[in-house]
Nanobody, 125 residues
């Protein structure tokens, strides 16, 4: 049993910054799981945003956002810091955890076993 809870979403203006958090808990949650952020636009598939391994030794950010987004983690919590937000960043943001301890993680959504409920980020111009 694993729970992933995202917080920090909301309505902001173009150019603003926002930090999302994802807290993992539950009997089967392991702090050695790699974790990732994905986002989903209406009517589209989930899109990879970034991933981070258990010890932050492997970090990957999608090319589309790597100059504006950073990913980090602490024990049981993963963060996504988003800066210079654009209207096209408006989406539901999901965190995910892969059930393979010490794995570097992946950019493929199919590799992730556990998902949060998502948090809406709306960037208004």
């Amino acid at each position: 049993q694993v729970q992933l809870v995202e917080t920090g979403g909301g309505l902001v203006q173009v150019g603003a910054s926002l930090r999302l958090s994802c807290t993992g808990s539950g009997r089967d949650f392991n702090r050695y799981f790699p974790m990732a952020w994905f986002r989903q636009f209406p009517g589209k598939e989930r899109e990879f945003v970034g991933r981070i391994s258990w010890n932050s030794g492997h970090i990957e950010i999608a090319d589309s956002v790597k100059d504006r987004f950073t990913i980090s983690r602490d024990i049981g919590v993963m963060y996504l810091k988003m800066s210079s937000l654009k209207s096209e960043d408006t989406a539901v943001y999901y965190c995910a955890a892969e059930a393979r301890i010490f794995s570097p993680g992946s950019s493929r959504s199919a590799d992730y076993t556990y998902w949060g409920q998502g948090t809406q980020v709306t960037v208004s111009s």
